[in-house]
């Protein structure tokens, strides 16, 4: 069912178990509560990006799910977008998204090789609208040039009309022209789709490994030249895109009224992977 470009595990000293050492934890303790979320906290940063007038406590949700793979003692948090998630002016999209709280956009996240650890599950009573283009998880350089990484869905602006666009697909620096498709898998219902990206950023290379449920993460690349320069900050959250802009879309094109939409996240964190260490499961 899942496409695997390749199995092949390039990096010796792959782990069976989580020993590798993190950079940071956005793992969620249910004892946090939405309106940890609103103030300083270990885990993300409480002033970004949301609507104006908002606070997280406002757009993220608990929902009632067991946790992803690599949630042990933590819990799913979900973000949700309305129509007041207009951040920053800009109204041709809709946005809500964490930042970890120790991602600067110069710190050791965007040196070295490290691995982003991510999982994300759909909320059926809140769905996305496919007509739509939808960034879930991506790497914005600190220099907001480019993004180097991004996982996307729905419709995706410019791209392959014959893709289903309920399809997770995850691109490389998407200032290549066209962005290089690093892997894609159906969106599914009911189930978490874990993802871990090892970016080096010397050698200016992404590998993907990817499971779905409680299954041990594989190698579905290998390890593939993609530009990951630049530094930057990681967002996992929803950015959607109008339909039908031309010009500035971060302010033209058409966004319907009436949107109550989101996605699950869990177990996002990162580890160092410099001496080839990548946790595969907990
Ligand atoms: C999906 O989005 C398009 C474009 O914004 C809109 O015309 C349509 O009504 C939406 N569909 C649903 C089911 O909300």
Redesign the pocket.
Known sequence: MYQSLLVVPSLVGLAAAQICGLQFDGRIPATLGVAGFDVPNQFFSESNVFGAGLSFSQLIQLPAISGSLFDINTVPIEVTISDDSVFNGQTGFRRAELLPASNSGTDPSTTGIKTLHFSLAKDDTRPL?L??EYQLVFLESNDFSTNQFVLKTGTILGGDATVNPDTLQLFGNVNQNPPQLLFSVPFLSGVFHNFAVTLDFDALTTQVFFSAGTDPLEAVTQVIPNDVGGQGQFHFGLLKKP?DGVGDITRNG???DGIDEGIIYGGIFQEDSSTGCISLDP
Do not use: K, M, P
């Open positions: 609208n007509s739509h339909t058409f966004q319907e």
